[in-house]
């Protein structure tokens, strides 16, 4: 039985292992709280966006489409498909937590981001399923909502005062931080093959109307790296044959057919 001085060990830990991508969100954090200073939604909205939706990408993407005054169906559906990749992150995560009671499962589904997701999956991954605890997962979730709540009210806070302040490039470190999350992922074809896919297709698809290029690239990047990863059967062979037993020589089987087969 784990004790609690283990717990709070592995809490630390989790929570220390992902300081490296909080400071590659805080400015992320600051951009957005600014761009919601300076936009159509209240202070409070922006905060309330943080603390109940707590993904970074689908929240610029919301504000963008409110700013242009889409549709509530094309905001819901746009920032849906961005985020169905929490769907792929859950099924390569749940062997770890499938045995856990359902309000952990629900908190720990709460807290996933891609950030949270990479922290997690190092540390998962070196253990075998079911044997390690959830508090190193939660330490990693709680300490990036936490960071990025705070870095949120910065920049609905002093984000009237620096207005140029999304223009200065900051969002780079976010982009730094995704690249550094991905790239140690493309460990086999199928997942270069999508990588490369999607990018290139949301590069050259940029300029749809609501971010509707972004969808189409995240659609066919899932497609390829899904086609990749089916089993193919080997050319020339039924897989029904492939299961009988080989019959012996004809003569094993009947000794007089050679004889028979030379009059």
């Excluded at 200073?37 to 202070?43: C, E, I, Q, V």
């Excluded at 089993?231 to 009988?244: C, E, I, S, T």
């Amino acid at each position: 039985m784990t004790t609690h001085p283990h717990r709070f060990k592995e809490f630390v830990a989790g929570a220390r292992d992902t300081v490296p991508m909080m400071v590659g969100a805080a400015p992320f954090g600051v951009i957005f709280g600014t761009l919601v200073a300076a936009g159509p939604l209240a202070l409070w909205h922006g905060q309330l966006m943080s603390l109940a939706v707590f993904a970074g990408s689908a929240q610029f993407i919301a504000l963008g489409l409110i700013a242009s005054h889409a549709s509530f169906a094309v905001i819901w559906a746009t920032t849906l498909i961005v985020n169905l990749r929490h769907v792929l992150y859950s099924a390569t995560l749940a062997p770890y937590v499938s045995h856990l009671p359902l309000r952990w499962r629900l908190v720990l589904g709460g807290l996933l981001t891609d950030e949270v997701f990479a922290v997690a999956w190092a540390y998962f991954r070196r253990h075998a399923p079911g044997d390690v605890s959830p508090w190193h997962f939660l330490g990693s979730g709680l300490s990036m909502y936490l960071n990025w709540q705070v870095w949120t009210a910065a920049g609905l806070l002093f984000g009237a005062a620096f207005p140029g302040l999304q223009s200065l490039g900051l969002d780079f470190a976010m982009v730094a931080t995704f690249i550094a999350i991905v790239v140690p992922q493309l460990v086999a074809v199928r997942y270069l093959a999508a990588a490369v896919t999607a990018g290139a297709l949301a590069f050259f698809w940029q300029a749809w109307p609501y971010k509707l290029g972004l969808l189409g690239a995240v659609l066919v990047g899932v497609a390829v790296g899904v086609a990749l990863s089916r089993p193919r059967k080997p050319l020339g062979v039924d897989h029904a044959d492939a299961r009988k037993p080989a019959e012996p020589p004809r003569s094993q089987h009947n000794p007089h057919a050679i004889a028979g087969g030379q009059q």
